[in-house]
């Protein structure tokens, strides 16, 4: 059992929790995700670790409610437990020092970044954040992340907060002021699917190197089942243990977007028995 | 005397069990055991134990079951089989035990892997082991004070599939503190990810595991070795030796186009959403399945017919295996062949895909095939399938299994350096003693020699918790 030490509501339908998992937080490293169960009859879903405490023994999970389980997660309080933690999972981020960073995150995608920016900062790169969120009331770690940034940029979809408009839009503006010079040396985006296609569409016609954070479907998150499979460069990858991160230049997005789909109308049913059982 | 025929093992009827998980086969009666074991003719030199990998007195369990000694019997399966329900149930006894029998010769064998099954069921019913509490479960052994247990030397064990429950087992009877490491939620590895419910029910895998845990046998679940400890880590923390029972992970996959369209499932992912989340009962649990009417699943060993059957049981309407070589050289049991017979699995043989095709939202739809003929036995000593020219065809499918194989998992042997490895990705391993080129490493089963079989896999850790025990002996 893991418990739950800190349980806070930071933006609509995001929930932070800081659970006890000492082990895991002594090993885990940027870019590394866990898997959870919540209960019994629970689904294992994939949860990146934003931050970690190695004294006190947490980990920091942001998860949105998307589903039955994150949804049932929200209900949690300080003090309940969660059934299975398994982790840190996956290939560690690779961080060096590259120079400069644009570092591009959406919606719950921010708490993804935000680990992985503060190491890129620790090895001496500048950094460049272009955060995007719905509306305000969407954002997370803004203060975390400008904290970390060299320069900081915000939009909102409707203009709710600082700048209307997306990610993209910021991007392609830093790109048409450096004529001639590339904006940086490596970019990281995370954030929705559609997000990360854009963007590494955009960076790809101008030669940027990109890196981005899968988030397909998992089971197992151990390379035993094969759920988990995309297609980067043409070729067929295990996420959970080949990934998360990839160069979102080869990903074959349109296949990502279908797979997870795949689930559709029973997590909707699943959801609905959920609502059902709660009344 | 007259002669006393094989006793039948009676079954669910075949219409019935493909609209349930229960088990299929329902075991022996007292009177049908007895009958059978009548049948043994207790060989003075039994050439039965020769095929059983882990060296069951078979002949002296049978005796007492024909003189109703049932308690007697038990304790004889038990002192080598740590998982005899099981091994009654999934073992293939009739390319190992069955077929060495030497009444096979005139008649049927002894239905060895019945009265296995039948021994252990009467146990679990009749004389309940004493289980320790349940939160000493992940701790100490009931009898020993902890200055004693200090003194006794610790034993890692890494995966807690059936190579690795046994390994444990042994060296827990020798008086080793052991520890398994299990990286998923529950222990048991493909017994409780892959077989099904109703060729395996779990909570007799539960059951066999709670006695191996009353041995004194620590179980660490949520444990992803090579991630969360490292071997060298793990002697460092003072473990004397590791057993590497992690067994075979990645699916292989069939390389052809739309391969990755929706509602094409790796067996694994497809068997461990129904038998380790359990989605046949989506969505009082929370793990769904998609399941359409019309399945094809690719392969043609015990993982495919499991793959097949529970498709059926999930509600599918047709089922195909798909096989591109002949019956004969199907590699599932041939219980299981039969049962997916009786139960309306239909065969396309000698029939290879080329590819998939999926509609606007990406489902697979159909499944284009070459028809194959047989031509010159290959490296694996089957005859090969030669593909037919012009002979192209397709399936409608709504749903594909792919059953064609794992290869073991690379995730723990790429951590540590220096550990041999062979071609397939297995780790290479002295056949006698399970020593990797690493002292005081350890491996077995399917992450040594490829999927094979639970007994194998039981068999790979018996002889290397031997090995264990003496390398741990040399070193004092
Ligand atoms: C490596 C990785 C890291 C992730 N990190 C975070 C994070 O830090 N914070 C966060 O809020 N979310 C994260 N996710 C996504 C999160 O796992 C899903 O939102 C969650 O599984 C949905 O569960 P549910 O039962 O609430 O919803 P469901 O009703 O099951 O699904 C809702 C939608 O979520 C997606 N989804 C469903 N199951 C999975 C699954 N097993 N794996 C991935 N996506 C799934 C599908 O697109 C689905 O349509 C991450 C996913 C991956 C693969
Ligand atoms: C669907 C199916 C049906 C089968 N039917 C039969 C049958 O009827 N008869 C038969 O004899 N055989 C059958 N087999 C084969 C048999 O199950 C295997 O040969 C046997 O289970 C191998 O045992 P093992 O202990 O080597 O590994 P496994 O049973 O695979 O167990 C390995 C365990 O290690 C864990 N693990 C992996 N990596 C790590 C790590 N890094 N750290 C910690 N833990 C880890 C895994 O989660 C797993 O629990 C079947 C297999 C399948 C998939
Ligand atoms: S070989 Fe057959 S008859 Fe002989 S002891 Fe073994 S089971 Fe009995
Ligand atoms: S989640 Fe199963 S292989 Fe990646």
């Known amino acids: ?279 | 005397m007259e002669k006393i025929p094989r006793q039948k093992m009676p079954v669910q009827n075949p219409q019935e069990r493909v609209k349930n998980f229960s088990s299929v086969a329902l075991g022996y009666s007292e009177e049908q055991a007895i009958l059978e074991a009548k049948r043994c003719i207790q060989c003075k030199n039994p050439t039965c134990v020769k095929g059983c990998p882990v060296e069951i007195n078979i002949p002296g369990f049978i005796k007492e079951i024909a003189n109703k000694n049932f308690t007697a019997a038990a304790k004889i399966l038990k002192d080598k089989n740590n998982l005899p329900a099981v091994c009654g149930r999934v073992c293939p006894q009739e390319t190992q035990c069955e077929i060495k029998c030497v009444l096979s010769k005139k008649s049927d064998p002894v239905a060895i892997g019945r009265l296995e099954r039948f021994i252990a069921d009467w146990e679990r019913k009749n004389s309940p082991m004493s289980l320790p509490a349940k939160d000493s479960v992940e701790g100490d052994v009931p009898n020993l004070k902890s200055e004693i247990l200090n003194l006794r030397s610790k034993v890692a064990i890494l995966g807690s599939g059936p190579a690795g429950l046994t390994c444990a087992a042994d060296l827990a009877k020798l008086g080793y503190e052991v520890t398994i490491f299990e990286s998923l939620h529950t222990p048991g590895g493909v017994l409780m990810y892959g077989i099904p419910e109703f060729r395996l029910p779990k909570d007799i895998v539960h059951h066999e595991i709670d006695y191996i845990k009353s041995l004194g046998v620590k179980i660490k679940t949520n444990m992803l070795v090579g991630k969360i400890k490292t071997v060298k880590e793990l002697f460092d923390e003072g473990y004397k030796a590791i057993f590497i029972g992690t067994g075979a992970g990645l699916p292989q996959f069939l390389g052809i186009p739309g391969e990755n369209l929706n509602k094409i499932y790796s067996a694994n992912e497809f068997l461990t959403r129904v038998n380790l989340m359990k989605a046949y009962k989506f969505p009082e649990y929370d793990t769904p399945v998609n399941i359409g009417k019309r399945v094809a699943v690719f392969g043609a060993g015990n993982v495919a017919m499991d793959s097949a059957r529970v498709s059926l049981r999930l509600g599918a309407e047709e089922v195909f295996i798909v096989y591109r070589r002949s019956e004969k050289e199907m590699p599932a049991r041939l219980e299981e062949i039969e049962n997916a017979k009786e139960e309306g699995v239909k065969f396309h043989l000698l029939t290879a895909p080329i590819k998939f095709i999926g509609d606007e939202n990406n489902n697979v739809i159909k499944v284009e095939c070459l028809k194959m003929e047989l031509g010159e036995p290959d490296a694996s000593g089957r005859r090969r399938p030669v593909p037919i020219k012009g002979s192209e065809f397709t399936i409608d499918v709504d749903t594909v299994v792919i059953a064609i194989g794992q290869t073991p998992n690379p995730l723990l042997p790429k951590t540590i350096s220096d550990l041999k490895i062979g071609k397939h990705g297995n780790i290479i391993v002295d056949e006698v003693t399970g020593a990797t080129n690493i002292p005081g490493i350890y491996a077995g089963g399917d992450i040594a020699t490829g999927a094979a079989t639970v007994i194998d896999a039981m068999g790979a850790g018996k002889r290397a918790a031997r090995a264990i025990d003496e390398y741990v002996k040399s070193k004092k």
């Open chain 1, 1 to 279: 059992m893991f418990k739950i030490i800190e349980k806070s509501t930071p933006s609509i339908k995001v929930n932070k929790f800081v659970i006890e998992a000492p082990e895991i937080a002594k090993k885990v490293l940027p870019g590394q995700f866990v898997i959870l169960r919540l209960d019994e009859k629970g689904e294992r879903i994939p949860i990146t670790v934003a931050d970690k405490d190695i004294e006190k023994g947490t980990i920091t999970l942001f998860i949105q409610e998307v589903g039955k389980t994150t949804t049932k997660m929200g209900t949690l309080k300080n003090g309940d437990s969660i059934l299975d933690i398994v982790g840190p999972l996956g290939v560690p981020s690779h961080i060096e020092n590259f120079g400069t960073v644009l570092c591009i995150a959406g919606g719950v995608g921010v708490a993804v970044i935000y680990p992985i920016a503060k190491a890129l900062k620790e090895k001496g790169n500048k950094i460049i954040s272009i955060l995007g969120a719905r509306s305000k009331d969407f954002m997370i770690l803004e203060n975390e992340i400008k904290k970390i940034s060299d320069e900081f940029y915000i939009t909102t979809d409707d203009g709710s907060y600082v700048q209307k408009g997306f990610v993209s839009d910021v991007l392609k503006k830093l790109i048409a002021q450096s004529p001639g010079k590339p904006v940086a040396d490596i970019v990281y985006a995370i954030g929705p699917v559609p997000m990360m296609r854009v963007i590494s569409d955009i960076t790809k016609q101008h030669n940027l190197k990109t890196i981005v954070s899968l988030n397909p479907i998992m089971v197992d998150g151990t390379g035993m089942c094969g759920a988990c499979r995309v297609s980067v460069g043409g070729v067929t990858k295990f996420a959970c243990v080949e990934g998360p991160d990839f160069d979102g230049h080869l990903v074959n997005w349109a296949e990502l977007v279908n797979r997870l789909c795949v689930f559709k109308t029973k997590e909707k049913e699943s959801l609905d028995h959920h609502c059902k059982l709660d009344k």
